[in-house]
């Protein structure tokens, strides 16, 4: 995981544990329903990464409409990754409306929580 931005609680501990015995041992569908039960809770983690297994159809059927329900919970409840992700669905038009503006908007917010790559988007696009 991102060392020194997810504080340390009982679910970051939870989403190490599924990435390390189900996520490097490609059992996806396993590693993808215990992030699921975290992500039901409201863990903005877990969201982002349910929203990666849906977005990539790993362990789950693929599905987009699902993949951005999660992806903007999780920027909804602050989480950069999940910013960025849904900047990038925002930006391609993947399962949802093309929305530059909505783009720049979530690329700045993951950047402001220093995301590099949101940061070099903003640069890229003139945003910051």
Same mark, same amino acid.
């Given at each position: 995981?991102?060392?020194?931005?997810?504080?340390?609680?009982?679910?970051?501990?939870?989403?190490? =544990?599924?990435?390390?015995?189900?996520?490097?041992?490609?059992?996806?569908?396993?590693?993808?329903?215990?992030?699921? =039960?975290?992500? =039901?809770?409201?863990?903005?983690?877990? =969201?982002?990464?349910?929203?990666?297994?849906?977005?990539?159809?790993?362990?789950?059927? %693929?599905?987009?409409?699902?993949?951005?329900?999660?992806?903007?919970?999780?920027?909804?409840?602050?989480?950069?990754?999940?910013?960025?992700?849904?900047?990038?669905?925002?930006?391609?038009?993947?399962?949802?409306?093309?929305?530059?503006?909505?783009? %720049?908007?979530?690329?700045?917010?993951?950047?402001?929580?220093?995301?590099?790559?949101?940061?070099? %988007?903003?640069?890229?696009? %003139?945003?910051?």
């Amino acid at each position: 995981m991102a060392s020194g931005y997810y504080k340390p609680c009982p679910e970051l501990n939870r989403c190490d =544990e599924l990435i390390e015995k189900y996520w490097n041992t490609e059992q996806y569908d396993k590693c993808f329903a215990g992030h699921l =039960e975290l992500a =039901e809770k409201g863990y903005p983690l877990a =969201e982002c990464q349910v929203g990666y297994f849906y977005y990539r159809g790993l362990g789950v059927e %693929k599905d987009l409409a699902k993949a951005l329900y999660w992806t903007q919970r999780a920027a909804e409840h602050g989480d950069r990754d999940g910013q960025y992700n849904l900047a990038t669905l925002y930006e391609n038009g993947e399962g949802v409306a093309k929305n530059m503006d909505e783009a %720049k908007r979530w690329y700045l917010l993951a950047a402001q929580q220093k995301h590099r790559e949101a940061a070099a %988007k903003c640069r890229k696009l %003139k945003i910051m």
